[in-house]
Nanobody, 122 residues
């Protein structure tokens, strides 16, 4: 199986920055896309940013120009640099990846991290 462990969340003032990290581990055959989603209280989980193994990226309109997703394929790690943070960015941020475990390498599965809290104060 594949495990995702996030780190880097916390409390920051509006206008500040945070960097989230997510490392995938376990019996991994291959990883396709990796990305970040977030869920604010009372709201549905939404896409923040994704990055394919080839480098293609996709961002939510609300974070374009402020957040940057990057990835280290050799370390199976994805990062989210968040700048110019706003109170509306407050949410639990979840790491996600599409991966094939060694036990079932012909299929892609969706994996989630446990989430890390990001709180932006005004």
């Amino acid at each position: 199986q594949v495990q995702l462990v996030e780190s880097g969340g916390g409390l920051v003032q509006a206008g500040g920055s945070l960097r989230l990290s997510c490392a995938a581990s376990g019996s991994i055959f291959s990883i396709n896309g990796m990305g970040w989603y977030r869920q604010a209280p009372g709201k549905q989980r939404e896409l923040v940013a994704t990055r394919t193994s080839g480098g293609g990226t996709n961002y939510a309109d609300s974070v374009k120009g402020r957040f940057t997703i990057s990835r280290n394929n050799a370390k199976n790690t994805v990062y989210l640099q968040m700048n110019s943070l706003k109170p509306e960015d407050t949410a639990v941020y979840y790491c996600n990846c599409e991966a094939s475990p060694r036990s079932d390498y012909m299929r892609l599965y969706n994996y989630w991290g446990q989430g890390t809290q990001v709180t932006v104060s005004s």
